[in-house]
């Protein structure tokens, strides 16, 4: 398979192998024979997934320390949960980031937050005052060691 007209019909009926195809053809620098508008269209997609699913990560980060921060009513029963949470969703996000997803998450980081706390305060049942604003530096959300002190909490 080198043309790209077979490379265009193979994408929507064997992606597997499309991909396969592709990689070979990258790799041996066989360029014209690429199927470019499906290469652009996964690349595109690609970006998308990294960037949504680094910013789900730090959602869960958010929440996590949000409900240990501020729901003091659960704090003896959930703080140890809360922070094996959090400490989890670090490790994954850790997995994915790159300077550009950082860039990202940094430019993105209160619309991440406003949707952390609408779902923090629906599970609180909105009892509590939260910041409308991010309380934490992105440095601090994606450090695998820092946890609020005592004295925020």
């Keep these: 398979m080198t043309k790209t007209s077979d490379l265009y019909y193979l ?7 499309w991909l396969i195809e592709t990689l070979k053809l990258l790799k041996e620098k066989r360029l014209e024979n690429l199927d ?24 869960q980060i958010i ?15 959930n703080a140890n949960h809360w922070q094996a949470e959090i400490m989890s969703f670090r490790s994954q996000i850790d997995d994915y980031l790159t300077q550009n997803l950082r860039n990202h998450l940094q430019e993105n980081q209160a619309k991440v937050y406003k949707k952390a706390l609408k779902y923090v305060i629906k ?22 060691d820092w946890l609020p002190s005592k004295a925020d909490i």
């Design 11 to 17: 994408y929507d009926v064997d992606n597997e192998k």
């Design 36 to 59: 470019i508008e499906h290469l652009i269209e996964e690349l595109e997609g690609l970006r998308r997934r990294d960037k949504l699913t680094v910013e789900s990560f730090l959602e």
């Design 63 to 77: 929440r996590h320390l949000l409900l240990l921060n501020y729901w003091q009513e659960q704090y003896d029963y």
């Design 123 to 144: 599970k609180t049942g909105m009892m509590i005052e939260f910041p409308e604003d991010c309380p934490y530096a992105l440095e601090q959300l994606l450090d695998q």
